[in-house]
């Protein structure tokens, strides 16, 4: 019966982890990750820099 009772608590913690785990990547997932709204900048995944004083470097801008 020792044995038993053993295997059966070690199931029943890996099942508890696995469910943690499991309820942490959905948090991590579906929870939100963009800024509040009382913050002064919008959220984006990138932002786009234009480099100063370059042409697009398109045919036009080469053929001289």
Known sequence: MGAYAGAVRELLVVLVVAGVGLLLAL??????????????????????????????????????
């Open 27 to 64: 948090l991590a997932a579906f929870g939100p990750w963009h800024p509040g709204g009382d913050d002064q900048h919008p959220a984006v995944v990138v932002e786009l820099h234009s480099p100063v004083g370059v042409g697009t470097g398109g045919v036009a801008d080469n053929a001289g």
